[in-house]
């Protein structure tokens, strides 16, 4: 009871859950949240498989192609070339060009 005869207030689920969650993340360290996301996201992988990731990709991608449009992206691109042209030396689309496919791409560190 409260001075004045009122009762506490009981916690909406809201602040009960908030307060939990503070508590869990008190806890438990950042690793383990991380370790724990990507055990869900191999387990979604190996039940689902890469094609439902690619498909819900490519619902994205068309989703902000409708939603901007095409000149959107690419005066996104342009911006990007001319960016990419001003913090690289005078021959570096020359070299870039002549290298092709072959410089091979970095994987992501997991």
């Known amino acids: 009871m409260l001075p004045g005869g009122e009762a506490n207030p009981e916690p909406t689920s809201t602040e009960a859950s908030h307060k939990e969650g503070n508590r869990v993340q008190n806890k438990y360290d950042q690793d383990y949240f991380r370790r724990i996301g ?3 996201g191999r ?3 190996e ?3 890469s ?3 690619r498909s819900i990709a ?3 991608g068309q989703a902000n192609m409708n939603k901007y449009g095409s000149d959107h992206f690419s005066e ?3 911006k ?3 960016t990419t042209k001003e913090r690289q030396d005078a021959d570096f689309y020359s070299r870039i060009g002549k290298m092709g496919g072959a410089a091979k791409r970095q ?3 997991e």
Request: no cysteine; charged share 40%; net charge positive.
């Open 80 to 82: 990007g070339g001319n």
């Open 43 to 45: 387990a979604l992988k």
């Open 47 to 49: 039940k689902r498989g």
């Open 76 to 78: 996104m691109g342009k």
């Open 51 to 53: 094609d439902y990731y």
């Open 38 to 40: 990507r055990k869900g």
């Open 107 to 109: 994987k992501k560190m």
């Open 58 to 60: 490519q619902k994205g």
